[in-house]
């Protein structure tokens, strides 16, 4: 065993001194806590994580960031090994996803991260290369919400597209008609996440490239996946996403979920490094240590990044290819099984490893399906309706409910899960609370109002929500989004209330 002075893998835990029973006190009490969480592994969980199914995975990733706990990303000449990963990475990414020589890249905290800086890189190019003092942003309305976010956090206004009704795919004639001169950029997604379908990303960037404006797919979801699937023999072959499309100007890919890494990893990939160095701070006016940030953070945990790498070399192309194909077959089989359950469609024609599964006749509601499905203990995500899309649940497939065995055991729980359903009957907000929530002004509202509103819709005096959500999101997704936009931060904060002092 390492001199304790030492860096060393060993857990104190391992012992049997007061030190070692402390600390396995308290990580018997972080296990507690996550007894109420969702699972992570086994692929029932149908959204927010992600599972290959392949042994082993997890305990790698563990070991690397662990490895890599006290480096600092921040300082890229102090811990030159960051600087190493990060190309091996990135390169990777670009060798995948249609890049070139000239391809430059950064490695992000995630998805919304990756989608905040191209955004920010397309303000600070179209002021600087096109004197636009007032960007906006053209996306279609599938567009995912990190780009709401990165409008509101840098200012951008945005412009968004409605999409197609029955493919959900956006028009990119319609996306022309949107760019003007200040247009700093223009989002498509390969491929959405509410609907898993790809716009045409080819002729929305030719669009943007005709007016000289960037365009940006926003592959987070979809590029290991898709970038994998393509390689298979015997895949079907998507329409081109990447950065091999000309007027494709950058790209982002989370490695955090088809890559199966730890979470906090992606990818985002520049056309090259002159588009790239317009996101970037640079600050060296004040007294300490000269500041080059490619990313939001200063400080950067560097467990992420080791992780990733090691899950990329360990699983490597081939490997994901195979994971891509299992979860290709298992969508087929889920599509046409629910083809065949009485009450439930699929939305649109998935071009990827999504599914949105909406009520297919009355008397069916899909947040009511949800909570049956929890109850047989399968997690599948409620999309409230918006725009021209009705109310629906999130599929993610992934590798670990690839097999048939699962496939199958998943149908099955959907055919009962909707039966059950139907003989419950639809979770519909009363009338009084319509009305009520149609007489507050979500500017105006004060906190008694809010708290108000939050007990009417279901919601307990610490936040906590009811065993069954559908009625709840039946009132949610009846209020107006303004309404909603105020009184989510409400209820979520109730959660946030610390014991002490
Ligand atoms: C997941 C996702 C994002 C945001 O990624 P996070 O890693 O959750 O921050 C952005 N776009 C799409 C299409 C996504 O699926």
Do not use: N
């Given at each position: 065993m390492a001199d304790p002075g030492e860096q060393t893998?060993?857990?104190?835990?391992?012992?049997?001194?007061p030190e070692a029973l402390a600390d396995r006190r308290i990580l018997d009490r972080l296990g507690a806590l996550r007894a109420a969480d969702l699972p992570v592994r086994g692929g029932r969980t149908m959204a927010y994580v992600y599972d290959s199914g392949l042994p082993g995975i997890e305990e790698l990733a563990s070991a690397a960031a662990a490895a890599f706990a006290g480096v600092n990303g921040l300082d890229m000449t102090a811990f030159p090994s960051v600087v190493s990963l990060e190309n091996d990475i990135v390169g990777r990414a670009a060798r995948l996803l249609g890049g070139g020589p000239d391809t430059a890249g950064t490695f992000t905290s995630g998805g919304t991260e990756s989608c905040l800086l191209a955004v920010l890189t397309a303000r600070e190019h179209a002021l600087r290369t096109r004197g636009v003092t007032e960007p906006e942003l053209v996306l279609p309305e599938?567009?995912?919400a990190a780009f709401h976010k990165a409008a509101a956090l840098f200012g951008l206004r945005t412009v968004v597209v409605p999409v197609d009704p029955l493919s959900y795919r956006v028009r990119a004639g319609d996306l022309a008609v949107a760019v003007r001169d200040r247009t700093a950029l223009v989002v498509v997604s390969?491929?959405?996440?509410?609907?898993g379908v790809i716009d045409p990303v080819a002729e929305a960037a030719a669009e943007a490239a005709r007016r000289g404006v960037l365009c940006h797919v926003d592959a987070c979801i979809g590029g290991w996946y898709l970038g994998h699937l393509r390689l298979g023999s015997g895949a079907p072959v998507p329409p081109p996403f990447d950065?091999?499309?000309?007027?494709?100007?950058s790209l982002s890919v989370d490695l955090h979920k088809y890559g199966y890494t730890a979470k906090g990893a992606s990818v985002l990939l520049f056309r090259d490094a002159e588009l790239r160095r317009h996101g970037w701070f640079a600050h060296a006016s004040w007294p300490g240590y000269p500041v080059v940030n490619a990313?939001?953070?200063?400080?950067?945990?560097a467990g992420p990044l080791a992780a990733a790498w090691a899950v990329l070399e360990r699983i490597g192309t081939d490997g994901y290819t195979a994971l891509s194909l299992r979860v290709h077959r298992a969508v087929t089989a889920l599509v046409a099984g629910v083809g065949k359950i009485d009450g439930l469609r699929v939305l649109g024609s998935p071009d990827s490893s999504l599914l949105a599964l909406a009520a297919d006749g009355p008397g069916i509601d899909p947040f009511v399906v949800a909570d049956e499905m929890r109850g047989l203990g399968w997690y599948v995500q409620p999309q409230p309706a918006f725009a021209g899309s009705p109310a629906n649940l999130h599929l993610t497939v992934t590798a670990a409910m690839a097999g048939d065995e699962t496939v199958r055991k998943l149908l099955s729980a959907l055919a009962e899960a909707v039966a059950a359903a139907a003989a419950r009957g639809p979770a519909e907000p009363g009338a009084a609370v319509l009305e009520a929530a149609a007489a507050l002004d979500p500017a105006a509202l004060t906190p008694g109002e809010a708290a108000l509103a939050l007990t009417f819709a279901g919601v307990g005096e610490g936040g906590e929500l009811p065993e069954r959500m559908a009625p709840v999101l039946a009132v949610l997704q009846a209020l107006p989004p303004a309404l909603a936009e105020r009184l989510l931060p409400e209820l979520v904060g109730r959660l946030y209330r610390h014991a002490g002092p």
């Open positions: 893998s060993e857990p104190t835990s391992a012992g049997t001194g599938t567009a995912h390969a491929p959405s996440y509410a609907h950065l091999s499309v000309p007027g494709v100007t990313t939001l953070q200063g400080t950067k945990a």
